[in-house]
């Protein structure tokens, strides 16, 4: 593994981190999410993401990434781990359960060191762009978990360019710059390409890309239906079926073509695609086993693509 810095600040990140959302409820087998936590750790990922509403149900891939924590990182190894949490979206009942308030961000960020059992975590985010309240509350909300010890470091998720470029800047002001914005990207998902790497190494944001995998579209996975023991499948899942179109299926096929070629698996061929783009500090995975993580570690072994390579891929997403 090697790690990358995360924007101009001192914080290195690996190169791929891993991702809690799913695979980590109370609905799921706690033993394969530890395992999956155990292999990545020993493969050189430090960075492990999660955020107030994991589950299902909410709050419980906290709670298990906790008792993960106490089962297999006792003492100075905490020292080892970069742990990111998010607040954004709707975690309790009431006006003060979701968005953008004071209030909700640090009742939630207590809640969720409460969960893991931590006295702090090292990245809080605001996890998306909340336009009813002023940025400069929610900024202050993250400039304070900072301050009161309950973070390391302050990110945002999911905040368009502008709004970006704005809280940047008063985050800058407070004396807390913003470390990292998390945002989708991916072979599939390109909207950050319209103008938001540019605001990040302008300001010199580190940029970490959740779903690089477009939850699990680019992969093999796919290529001959829709297996049962899929996030698509799975009534748990956020992958939708009609996202499993035709259309995309076609393009997974002649992608997976150019991955062989590559002598890599579709899905080291797009991580390793994200990462030929030095604004990309990390690529954030998520895996349902630790044969999968593996497979994705494995992309690192080939980073680098030819001139053709990427014209015809452009050619596939057009
Ligand atoms: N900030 C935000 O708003 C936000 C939103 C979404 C996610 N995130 C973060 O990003 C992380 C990753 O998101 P994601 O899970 O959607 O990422 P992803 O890497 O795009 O998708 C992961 C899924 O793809 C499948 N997969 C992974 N590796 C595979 C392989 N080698 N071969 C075949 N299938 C493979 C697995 O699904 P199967 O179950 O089908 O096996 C796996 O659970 C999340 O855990 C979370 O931390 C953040």
Redesign the pocket.
Known sequence: MEYNRCGKSGLLLPQIS??????FGSVDNFENGENIVKEAFDKGITHF???NN?GPIPGSAETNFGNILKNNFQGNLRDELVIAT?A??KMWEGPYGEWGSRKYLITSLNQSLKRMNLDYVDIF?S??YDSNTPLEETMMALDYAVRSGKALYAGI??YPAEQTNQATEILQQLGTPCLIH???Y?MFVRTCEEGLLDVLEDKGVGCIA????????????YLKGI?E??????PN???QLEEVSDEKVVKIVALNKIAKNRNQ????MALAWLLKDNRITS???????V???N??IDSLQNLDFTLDELNEIEQILK
């Open positions: 891993l991702g809690l959302w799913h695979n993401d999660l955020a994991y998010k954004g979206y985010y996890h998306r998720s999911n998390q945002e989708k991916s959740f779903s690089p995998l477009a939850q699990g579209l680019l992969t093999d996975k297996p023991n899929s996030r698509a499948f799975n899942g956020h992958l698996s579709l899905a080291q690529v954030l995975i998520g895996a349902s086993s044969g999968q993580l497979n994705n």
